[in-house]
């Protein structure tokens, strides 16, 4: 069954399936199809598709729910469809599931897309396409500024998480919801939840009880649990999904997603770790950092500009914007690209590797130049930062991190325009 009905100049096509009373939805907007829908649905769907015009189908990812009637779609109407690169190889064969998930969505045949890019234009507006792993390697959010409309796939589904499928992260979605959290958007349109009037609201609310469940697992199992016995006592519900899925969704993935990550980091000073740096410049003084924390080259002050670690599946250009809006909540414009520094050093006996991609930025708002100093949020620390001089910069008793940094600073042209 499915209905029909309009919010926000958006099509929502409701499709509910009576036998497990599941819901998914398909969207219309400006000529361009999000998602197909489930197989199970195809015969009330057929009737919208040649019923409504449409130029494009872009799909938020590979799930049969998603992508069911693709394979019918593009033998009935010839219009380019878009996936995500990392779901491209996926789609090319019939699609193989549990009997579950025949059950409850049908199946899925192989059907031909093109790769998604940065940016994805319907008849009349642009849509930025954001990379939104966690649920999917190949998850996808669409976002108009202008109209604030967001389209999260499965990224929001419900505000708390109670199973989880095995192959889904924790740490991951958490980070793809701080993505989208950074942007401008006013409503939400979540492919299993419909329409969400306090969308914001909503998605900050399941990161909350993300980041909270993290800690707890974290917690307990530093302290010598093992995960199952984790996953007993947080979890002591059990799902009817759990034994419906043969485990395939289960409490235990959650706590397993989360110690791996906690053991990767833990180990990261074994791998190199991609970061990005943003170099904002006021006249002769760079927006910096400062930080009285042991460093490898002893325990006084030190500065460092603003960015972080790149998540996996993130651009370096978007890691940069995310951070900065985290940290200091100042949208920037990422500008020319400068070098890439590499590091190796040593803190507390272990050998750290970092690669830094470094950009010039500068502030959306040109009243963000005024202020002085910043205060630098990262989780539960918290810093300053300020506009240090390049001549401070290049003192001796002065630490500047990364190496390498000061003689990149050193090269830009002069002089340089004040920013007002």
Known sequence: MIKVYEKEQVLCVEGILEETRSKVFVYLVDGMLIDTGAEKLQKEL?????DHSFDQVVLTHHHEDHTGNAAWLQQHVEVPFFLHPLGM???????????????????????NALPLGERVRSRTLEWQVIHTPGHADDHVALFHEESGRLFTGDLFVS???RVMMKTESVPLIMASLRKLLTLPFTSVFCSHAGF??????????KLNHLENLQQTIIDRYKKGQTPSEINQQLFQKTYPIIKFSNREWDTIHIVTSVVFDFESRKNQCIQPRANTLGILRKGNAFLMEQQFVRHSKGDGPFYRPLGGTIELG????????????????????????????????VLNKRVFHEISLVYEVEFMDSEQFQREPFEVTEGSKKTLAKWVSLGELALEETTLYPDGL??????????VQTKT
Not at 93 to 107: F, Q
Not at 406 to 415: I, S, T, Y
Request: net charge negative; hydrophobic share 35%.
């Open 89 to 111: 190889p996926i789609i090319e064969d019939d699609g193989e599931y549990p009997e579950y998930r025949k059950i409850t969505w049908g199946n899925r045949r192989a059907f």
């Open 46 to 50: 057929e009737v919208f598709f040649t």
């Open 314 to 345: 993130e651009t370096s250009v978007d890691a940069l914007k995310r951070e900065f809006k985290e940290e200091i909540d100042a949208e920037i414009r990422v500008g020319r690209y400068m070098d890439v520094l590499e590091n190796i050093y």
């Open 159 to 161: 505000p708390k998480t």
């Open 196 to 205: 969400l009037e306090n969308g914001r609201a909503l998605l900050e609310q």
């Open 406 to 415: 000061l003689a990149l600073l050193q090269q830009l042209p002069e002089p």
